[in-house]
């Protein structure tokens, strides 16, 4: 059941450590990234039922910490949406970097749907992907996370190289295009050429989940491979 009151996500500072959040451990931890372009509407409408119907209801459904790059764009405004549909999850941490999140039309408005907001030093898009990627490291193991990606470009694709480097899991969502769609096509031998996208196909665990695929197979992979 979706909560009657949500309350405006808790803004942190980059330096706060996770204990300080007061997040009970051991819940289940899912990164979503990828897209957030403003010209793929048509994508955000296909994927909504799998973020929604399933990854958020899901999540609402096992208190699972959710991590996300926080913005009212693309994939996390959808994902954002399910969880106001759905309920929220224990939480949902948004990371996106402090100078680049303002009222629009300067910047960018965050998601209200998130119970927090860690907000990082920088100048450009990606210079939080160190700070999302530490915060997952300090929550837990990599064998209690996994990271859904949907299409996603240059810097989804680094922090995809994060969640390798920290032996992390990924589920990606076939024909989303952009990183996602690369990605699965250097592991199946269809793209060559690409050294950073055949560095991770051959060294990441990766998982796959068609785009149409119905919001409750996206469940089922998720309590299997969340146990």
Same mark, same amino acid.
């Given at each position: 059941?979706?909560?009657?009151?949500?309350?405006?996500?808790r803004?942190l500072?980059?330096?706060?450590?996770?204990?300080?959040?007061?997040?009970?451990?051991?819940?289940?931890?899912?990164?979503?990234n990828?897209?957030?372009?403003?010209?793929?509407?048509?994508?955000?409408?296909?994927?909504?039922?799998?973020?929604?119907?399933g990854?958020a209801?899901?999540?609402?459904?096992r208190?699972?910490?959710?991590?996300?790059?926080? /913005?009212?764009?693309?994939?996390?405004?959808?994902?954002?949406?399910?969880?106001?549909?759905?309920?929220?999850?224990?939480?949902?941490?948004?990371?996106?970097?402090?100078q680049?999140?303002?009222?629009?039309?300067e910047?960018?408005?965050?998601?209200?749907?998130?119970t927090?907001?860690?907000?990082?030093e920088?100048?450009?898009?990606?210079?939080?992907?160190?700070?999302?990627?530490?915060?997952?490291?300090?929550?837990?193991p990599?064998?209690?996370?996994?990271?859904?990606v949907?299409?996603?470009?240059?810097?989804?694709?680094?922090?995809?190289?994060?969640?390798?480097?920290q032996?992390?899991?990924?589920?990606?969502?076939?024909?989303?295009?952009?990183?996602?769609d690369?990605?699965? &096509?250097?592991?199946?031998?269809?793209?060559?050429g690409?050294?950073?996208?055949?560095?991770?196909?051959? /060294?990441?665990?990766?998982?796959?989940?068609?785009?149409h695929?119905?919001?409750?197979?996206?469940?089922?992979l998720? &309590?299997?491979?969340?146990?």
């Amino acid at each position: 059941m979706p909560n009657q009151v949500q309350r405006p996500p808790r803004m942190l500072s980059s330096a706060q450590p996770i204990q300080q959040l007061y997040i009970p451990s051991g819940r289940p931890l899912v990164i979503l990234n990828g897209s957030t372009n403003g010209n793929l509407q048509p994508l955000y409408q296909r994927v909504r039922p799998l973020l929604q119907e399933g990854l958020a209801a899901w999540a609402a459904r096992r208190g699972a910490v959710v991590i996300t790059g926080g /913005t009212n764009a693309g994939i996390f405004a959808v994902l954002g949406q399910g969880f106001a549909r759905y309920g929220r999850p224990m939480a949902c941490i948004g990371v996106a970097v402090a100078q680049l999140v303002q009222p629009p039309p300067e910047g960018v408005a965050l998601e209200p749907n998130h119970t927090h907001m860690l907000l990082t030093e920088g100048q450009h898009w990606g210079a939080e992907v160190y700070a999302m990627y530490a915060l997952a490291a300090a929550y837990g193991p990599p064998a209690h996370s996994l990271t859904i990606v949907v299409g996603g470009g240059p810097n989804t694709l680094r922090e995809l190289e994060y969640c390798a480097a920290q032996g992390g899991r990924m589920l990606v969502v076939e024909g989303s295009g952009g990183v996602a769609d690369a990605l699965l &096509d250097s592991l199946s031998g269809q793209r060559s050429g690409e050294e950073r996208l055949q560095r991770l196909a051959h /060294t990441a665990q990766i998982y796959r989940i068609n785009l149409h695929a119905p919001p409750h197979v996206l469940q089922v992979l998720l &309590d299997a491979l969340m146990r």
